[in-house]
């Protein structure tokens, strides 16, 4: 009865409760738009690679290794010998092993030099294995294999030919003109930094920093990988797979005190996390914006309803005359306010859902942010509890008010 | 025979007001319908809230049905109203927005009588000469005539034991007052209310028991 009491009354207040409803509606929707955005972000973040139990790499830091290795961000400070890569590849609790060498660029995207391990093996979301959206793997040494956004941004197909810069800039004077890479493969979008890669060969890398007589007799037989001209003599980092995880912690500790190479083992997990910590201040400063927005509009609402209450004075007397209590008026406010703020969530959930189902693709392919349309988790019933809670405890005002106004003077 | 409205040294007085409007004794017995009169501001509105427990006197003891009304707590003295009372005001104060139905479910929520309230409200809907299609019907949208029989049907749909009525025929021609007289006392003959009838208009006097003019029983007196 007071459920229905209390519909009719919002119904017979439409204009200003309409009003109230979408100023809330807009508070929740961002509030829950970014706390949604914020968790996906976070976890399509930290599936930007899985599978790997240990990235090796030259010591420097575990960020920064992390950082060059998976997001091909930031310079390598040092490389590792190829026979340590060697090492690695052969020892018994490795499964695979991922060779990565760095430090050339084509047009401002990143040239990762690397083996036929890579295509097999990397993995990224929930552990899927890259495809190809046209092509085949390189098998040459002048073959390259690039990522979807290298291909989308410049226009790139299977045949085109790239010609790599030395150094890591957009704009460089310093070509590879002599060893051009023919494009035999795009890969699928991945979201990822391997979208903004261009893959080559280990020997593809050795090849195009040779004195140009060498690279002559490389030119002549390309399809060659073993040719002893191009075999490298160190590499920037490993990605290793290994046989059993329980392994990770004795290997990590056996590579980091490893005599005949300078070696760092990194738990890509752990460096994951320290470096999305490293995000949280603008991730709290979204949140407090968001909470801020959600404050102003439940003000909105207590004011809606305390100004409500001079029209309905009369309306709450004639209650009270019927046998109503004091207590029931009050609840009869909160249900209200409760109505609406529930009212609010649930249009904002829906609308976040169809939203986000349709952007899902877009946001994917455009910011590499695998954001889901599923809102109906713990976390998203957690604010929206909240949301309720926040919105009764703004009411009381206008519900104490309703409690304590005087019969007599109103009928 | 039991009383069923008894005031023994009730005195009122509103916030702010140097008056206080003192009664020393006066009882109702169960049944009897009574008319009150006086002039405007003499009193009357003031009594029937006090009798309804809308207004709180500042001494003395008023008993409802032989209960200590006065001494009761707010809330079970708003429990109490919702039983044993009916009130019909001068403006009838319906809920606007709601259907007549939902008008008078409320009361009967209120009280806690929820069974046969659509036979109940069936009848007095017929009683009052009032189409059945109004149940369904939004109170604001209804005539002033109708929507004072809608107020009669939700003062009488728990059977209360005292029904007070505040100047409700003051903007009906004489026609439509004495239909609703008749049909009032009617109502109250049937469940042998206790009818407290407040008006100025002496002429209305002659459809109830007994008439009592609020200065018989009430003084004012200047307090500082």
């Known amino acids: 009865m007071l459920l229905s009491f209390a519909t009719s009354s919002l119904r017979s207040r439409s204009k200003s409760v309409v009003l109230t409803f979408l100023s809330l509606l807009i508070s929740v929707s961002v509030l829950l738009s970014v706390e949604h955005i914020r968790i996906q972000a976070e976890d399509s973040f930290k599936r930007t690679v899985s599978g790997v139990d240990l990235i090796v790499g030259a010591p420097s830091g575990q960020l920064n290794l992390m950082l060059y290795s998976v997001f091909r961000m930031g310079s390598p400070t040092n490389n590792i010998s190829y026979d340590s890569f060697e090492m690695l590849q052969n020892d018994a609790l490795v499964e695979w092993a991922i060779p990565i060498s760095l430090g050339d660029s084509h047009r401002g995207f990143r040239v990762m030099g690397t083996n036929e391990s890579y295509f097999a093996h990397y993995k990224y979301g929930d552990k899927q294995l890259l495809t190809f959206s046209d092509g085949v793997p390189f098998s040459g040494v002048f073959d390259a294999v690039i990522g979807a956004d290298v291909a989308a941004t410049l226009n790139y197909k299977v045949g085109d030919k790239v010609v790599i810069a030395h150094g890591l800039g957009a704009v460089s004077f310093n070509n590879h003109d002599a060893s051009p890479f023919t494009i035999v493969g795009i890969l699928a979008p991945t979201g990822t930094p391997v979208d903004k890669t261009v893959h080559v060969s280990l020997a593809g890398i050795e090849a195009m920093h040779l004195p140009k007589k060498q690279l002559t007799r490389v030119l002549q037989a390309p399809d060659n990988l073993n040719n002893p001209l191009v075999q490298p003599d160190s590499i920037t980092a490993v990605m290793l797979g290994l046989k059993s995880k329980f392994a990770t912690f004795n290997l990590q500790r056996a590579l980091n005190n490893y005599e005949d190479d300078r070696l760092m083992a990194i738990l890509p997990g752990v460096a994951m996390a320290e470096l999305w910590q490293m995000m949280r201040s603008v991730e709290n400063v979204l949140r407090v914006i968001s909470v801020l927005v959600l404050v102003s509009s439940l003000f909105g609402l207590a004011t809606m309803l305390l100004a409500s209450m001079q029209q309905r004075e009369k309306e709450i007397a004639v209650l009270r005359i019927l046998g109503a209590s004091g207590g029931v008026v009050f609840t009869l406010i909160l249900v209200e306010a409760l109505l609406i703020a529930l009212a609010a969530s649930a249009v904002s959930i829906g609308a976040l859902t169809v939203v986000f189902a349709s952007l899902k693709g877009w946001l994917a392919s455009h910011y590499g942010l695998f954001i889901s349309a599923n809102l109906m988790n713990t976390h998203t019933l957690m604010i929206t509890g909240a949301i309720l809670v926040a919105a009764i405890v703004t009411s009381i005002i206008p519900a104490v008010d309703a409690y304590r106004s005087a019969i007599h003077s109103r009928l | ?224």
């Open chain 2, 1 to 224: 025979m039991q009383p069923a409205i008894e005031l023994h040294n009730v005195e009122h007085r509103y916030e702010k007001s140097h008056r206080a409007m003192g009664i020393s004794h006066w009882q109702v017995n169960s049944g009897e319908r009574i008319f009150l009169h006086g002039p405007s501001g003499s009193g009357k509105t003031t009594l029937l809230n006090l009798l309804a427990g809308i207004l709180e006197p500042n001494s003395g003891e008023i008993k409802l049905l032989g209960q200590a009304f006065s001494s009761l707590s707010s809330k079970k003295r708003d429990k109490f109203r919702a039983r044993h009372i009916g009130v019909v005001f001068q403006q009838f104060n319906l809920v606007p927005h709601l259907s007549v139905e939902k008008n008078v479910s409320l009361a009967a929520y209120f009280a806690g009588k929820k069974t046969q309230i659509n036979e109940r409200l069936d009848h007095y809907l017929t009683q009052l000469q009032l189409p059945s299609d109004v149940a369904h019907q939004q109170a604001g949208h209804l005539s002033v005539g109708q929507q004072q029989r809608v107020a009669i049907a939700r003062a009488l749909i728990n059977k209360p034991e005292i029904l007070l009525v505040d100047e409700p025929t003051s903007a009906l021609d004489n026609d439509a007052r004495d239909a609703f007289m008749t049909m009032l006392i009617s109502l109250c003959k049937e469940d042998n209310t206790t009818l407290l009838f407040v008006s100025h208009d002496q002429s209305l006097a002659q459809y109830l028991d007994s008439a009592v003019s609020l200065s018989s029983l009430g003084k004012y007196r200047e307090v500082s």
